[in-house]
């Protein structure tokens, strides 16, 4: 029991610190609706899950291990948090961020898969607590449902701004912030030295 406890009391502070997943979020409740931030929630939690299940069949150990590879994620997946956080820019620009259905899980997912720093963190946390596949996919799993009420939570409360921030002179601010973020986590994302 204590074991969990624990591992509930780390998951939470992981789980609510703001990162990349909070600015896309914010980005995509404000401007394409509650559904769309559940939506990329949803996708965030995936990716979050992707990376459980493969830190507990070992498959996250041999990505932080390869150099080569763990690089290519990385950077993969800064080019992709910095080209979102350009769209953020240009939505500004034209006064509107294009959502496509779909749009929402596809980029929480795809900025989840793409940032190997994930799967070191699942490979260093979860033998901590556990050890066996069933085992570290229960406590992987338990993250992911925790991720699943924070995010989407996050997401509802946001999108429940929309009419406040959809007056041009906030939203062109928002899209600035959020913009500026994205591209923030992405370059340090990319400067940041291998595994």
């Not at 956080?85 to 034209?94: E, T």
């Not at 899980?105 to 946390?125: D, E, H, M």
């Amino acid at each position: 029991m204590t074991h969990l406890l624990a591992f509930v009391a780390i998951s939470t502070v992981v789980i609510c610190t703001p990162g990349p997943d909070t600015a896309l979020i914010v980005r995509n409740a404000l401007f394409g609706g509650r559904a769309n931030g559940v939506r990329t929630a949803a996708g965030i939690v995936t990716g979050i899950a992707t990376w459980t299940l493969a830190a507990s069949a070992g498959v996250a150990a041999a990505v932080a291990a390869s150099h080569p590879l763990f690089t290519a994620i990385r950077i993969g997946g800064a080019a992709y948090l910095v080209w979102l956080g350009i769209q953020s820019f240009r939505g500004h620009a034209r006064g509107e961020i294009l959502h496509r259905p779909g749009s929402g899980y596809r980029q929480g997912l795809l900025s989840n898969l793409g940032n190997p720093k994930i799967a070191i963190f699942f490979t260093s946390l979860l033998p901590q607590f556990a050890t066996g596949f069933g085992a570290l996919a229960a406590f992987g799993m338990l993250f992911c449902a925790m991720g699943a009420a924070w995010l989407t939570g996050y997401a509802l409360v946001v999108a429940r701004a929309r009419g406040v921030v959809m007056r041009p002179r906030i939203r062109r601010a928002i899209d600035r912030m959020t913009g500026a973020a994205l591209v923030a986590f992405g370059l340090r994302l990319a400067a940041e030295r291998g595994a």
